[in-house]
């Protein structure tokens, strides 16, 4: 596995640090920015738009958050998406996926996975973005 950055959004502080935990172990070379609601996630962007290497590489996602939740974010996403220097691939880790859920479409949105989620799917997440980088 390569390197790079991986972000967290999630309200809940120990999914938060159980995705810590499964990244530091299976992922070792990346690094891991983590945010507890979709608009501190937007800031974080915001403020690194220029800086491809504090932008994140790929993104797990909380749907049910409070002040913006995952849906809300990926559409402010897609606004912001133009103006920042990387582009960032996004995956929805859930504890209830909806039927709506699973029709939202979002061409940023690169999959979904049910909490909790194993550290065989973090690894094929990551594999995934990196063979995605490579073809870009």
């Known amino acids: ?3 790079g950055l991986i972000a967290i959004i999630d309200d809940d502080e120990l999914d938060r640090h ?7 172990l299976t992922c070792p070379s990346y690094k891991i ?16 738009a220029n800086d491809p290497l504090l932008l994140p590489d790929l993104l797990l996602l909380d749907v049910r958050m409070p002040y ?9 996403y ?5 103006k920042l220097s990387k582009v960032t691939r ?3 880790c859930s504890s209830s996926i ?12 690169h999959g979904y996975y049910m909490k909790p989620v194993a550290p065989k799917d973090i690894k094929k997440i990551v594999f995934d973005t990196e063979q995605y980088n490579q073809a870009s």
Do not use: T
Request: with cysteine; proline share 2%; charged share 30%.
């Open 33 to 48: 920015v983590d945010f507890s609601n979709g608009l501190e996630a937007l800031n974080y962007m915001r403020k690194h």
């Open 18 to 24: 159980i995705y810590k935990k499964i990244i530091l």
């Open 98 to 109: 909806e039927r709506f859920d699973m029709e939202f479409k979002n061409c940023d949105l």
């Open 68 to 76: 913006l939740n995952g849906w809300q974010y990926l559409e402010q």
């Open 78 to 82: 897609c606004k912001l998406k133009p």
């Open 90 to 92: 996004h995956y929805v």
């Open 1 to 3: 596995m390569k390197h």
